[in-house]
């Protein structure tokens, strides 16, 4: 593996300048004069069509690049990964990489990104809500965590990379979905006096770290802990103590990956992997 390629250094990411507050509305907007109305005509040019062609190839090839590495990975090991596998398996030269990642590192918090996306998104799909929100708190909690070792693939990328990129682009949508939806559900508990009043932003916070550190354990060679994790988040939200360990004891449901999504596709190459590779 590349040197540093488990140390979970985090991506480059450019930051998009501040939108001028000087509108063409504002009284001192530019064109206007100061308390009149801008009277120019409207710009009715069409969006650049080759930058939008570009941004759509670059994500393509981005994509193109992790995937090639979550290939390797699952057939090899990510003890095994190399850039030069990397292009070898996406058909690519060497430069092509580097317009995209400085190093392996970035590539597998990318495909950490991916794959903790789709399980994400895969246990919010299939989370049967229940009259009782913290039962329906325990039960998403809980198929994660029976998911992601159906999947031990994702383990790989965990290990590797820890809690760097918790907010990556990759997971982006999925993770917004999920905060919407602990939101919706800590509304509901507060309203049936199930949870204490905590700024959302919080209880999303204490739900990743607490998942994420408990699967960390769990690969290190420790017990699972399924259950007690999901009883203390639970008392953190409020729950009492004798009514979250009951909660957490609640049987997981394990879900299934899509047919042809990323997890299934990589799962088959994992499962070809010669005896003594691990996973």
Not at 120 to 140: G, I, N, R, W, Y
Not at 192 to 219: N, T
Not at 247 to 263: D, F, K, T, V
């Amino acid at each position: 593996m590349e040197a540093g390629a488990c140390d979970g250094a985090e991506r480059d990411r450019g930051e998009a300048g501040p939108s001028s507050a000087i509108g063409s509305g504002h009284p001192n907007a530019i064109g206007s004069e100061a308390g009149k109305p801008d009277h120019r005509k409207p710009d009715h040019r069409k969006p650049d069509h080759r930058k939008a062609v570009a941004a759509a190839r670059r994500q393509r090839m981005e994509r193109r690049l992790v995937e090639a590495a979550i290939f390797v990975v699952a057939a090899r090991g990510s003890e095994a990964l190399s850039i030069d596998d990397i292009i070898s398996e996406a058909g690519v030269a060497r430069g092509t990489f580097y317009k995209y990642f400085v190093n392996v590192d970035q590539v597998l918090l990318e495909a950490k990104g991916m794959l903790g996306g789709e399980i994400m998104q895969l246990v919010l799909d299939s989370t049967p809500p229940v009259e009782d929100p913290a039962e329906t708190m325990a039960h998403f909690i809980l198929s994660f965590f029976a998911t992601f070792r159906r999947y031990p693939l994702m383990g790989e990328f965990v290990a590797c990379t820890g809690l760097a990129a918790l907010d990556d682009p990759a997971t982006l949508t999925a993770a917004e979905q999920f905060f919407d939806a602990l939101e919706a559900l800590l509304a509901l508990g507060r309203a049936a006096d199930r949870f204490i009043d905590m700024p959302p932003g919080i209880a999303f916070d204490f739900m990743r770290v607490g998942v994420v550190m408990s699967l960390r354990r769990s690969l290190a060679g420790h017990p699972p802990d399924d259950a007690e994790t999901t009883a203390a988040l639970l008392r953190l939200y409020g729950v009492p103590a004798q009514d979250a360990a009951r909660l957490g004891n609640l049987e997981g449901r394990s879900l299934e990956a899509p047919q042809g999504g990323l997890i299934e596709r990589s799962e088959k190459i994992r499962w070809s992997r010669p005896v003594g590779l691990g996973l």
